[in-house]
């Protein structure tokens, strides 16, 4: 069990190809990225960073299995959808996947959005995860860096976390929509009565 916490490659072989292993996913959202988008949270990070908000997302087992396709045409399907935004856990371990995913939003004319524990320069080096620069390719916007407790900001100016992440903006024509904030929260309710809280420094939790 040690080796496998420690090795993501053992589970992530696990994860049929075509599809994704998520931790959650919302419509709609607002305080993910600029404008209205769909939100999808991979499971699965090695950094465990301390006063991190999805310490849910760490573990790499199995949870939610979707296929790239279905939840494309589930993210199209809603005519609100601006964008999408991957977040986690950490995106890049299943960057193929993604890749693809967001090849297919981005036909159907939505822009694309990551956060990333990595930094940019370590994305484009040679020890960067599998299908990382592919990834990297299909992005409007990425927000790098790992969270950092003691660089924490909070602030309605500021869209990032923690002061160490940087904003890559990778498509002009979003260049004056870097409009969330770090501080900001939204809930969802859904009809089964459950509720979604996410936005604040890119926390999601679930809740009855």
Sequence with gaps: MT???SNPDLTLNEIPSGYLNIMGYVDESEVNG???RAVVWVQGCLRKCPGCFNTESWSFQINQLISVDSLAQKILSNPRNQGVTFSGGEPFWQAPALA???RQVKAGGLNVMSFTGFTLEQLRSTYAPSGALDLLQQLDILIDGP????LAVNSPNSPVSSSNQKIHIFNPALQDQITWASDQIEV???KDGSRLITGYRGGLELAE
């Design 3 to 5: 080796q496998r916490k």
């Design 100 to 102: 693809s995913l967001a």
């Design 188 to 190: 969802h309710i859904f």
């Design 34 to 36: 600029p404008g209205c």
């Design 147 to 150: 969270y950092i407790q003691s």
